[in-house]
């Protein structure tokens, strides 16, 4: 299922509950296809997908090693490093706008027959 040699990342319907009841991409979709795409060494296929989705996979990377130098130091660094209200407004904030450019291109690629295919209300 993780290889993707059938191509069918592509053609497959997502589980989105928000897609298949409205026929548009909610802010996180294709993140799970752009970080199959990041494992299988294909960052443009990644990108095209979701761009935030090799940034997923190092941050769980980093967020991993950083739990496991708290473990062997018994110092705190996970709320130090991670835990910042600027950062997570200033990410809310470039997803919102990433996600109307992909709601824009999206409409604009697709008619509204196509999109309606891709909801529960076909």
């Given at each position: 299922?993780?290889?993707?040699?059938?191509?069918?990342?592509?053609?497959?319907?997502?589980?989105?509950?928000?897609?298949?009841?409205?026929?548009?991409p909610c802010p996180s979709c294709g993140i799970t296809?752009?970080?199959v795409c990041f494992y299988q060494g294909?960052?443009?296929?990644s990108l095209e997908y979701h761009i935030l989705?090799?940034?997923?996979v190092f941050f769980g990377l980093f967020t991993i090693v950083l739990l496991l130098v708290?473990?062997?130091?018994?110092?705190?660094y996970f709320n130090q490093y991670l835990y910042h209200k600027k950062a997570a407004y200033a990410l809310a904030v470039f997803l919102a706008v990433?996600?109307?450019i992909r709601l824009v291109?999206?409409?604009h690629d697709h008619t509204w027959t196509e999109i309606l295919r891709e909801s529960i209300w076909k």
């Amino acid at each position: 299922m993780l290889s993707n040699n059938d191509n069918h990342l592509a053609k497959d319907q997502s589980f989105c509950p928000i897609k298949a009841v409205t026929g548009f991409p909610c802010p996180s979709c294709g993140i799970t296809k752009s970080i199959v795409c990041f494992y299988q060494g294909d960052l443009e296929r990644s990108l095209e997908y979701h761009i935030l989705g090799p940034a997923v996979v190092f941050f769980g990377l980093f967020t991993i090693v950083l739990l496991l130098v708290e473990l062997k130091t018994g110092k705190e660094y996970f709320n130090q490093y991670l835990y910042h209200k600027k950062a997570a407004y200033a990410l809310a904030v470039f997803l919102a706008v990433y996600h109307i450019i992909r709601l824009v291109y999206f409409v604009h690629d697709h008619t509204w027959t196509e999109i309606l295919r891709e909801s529960i209300w076909k």
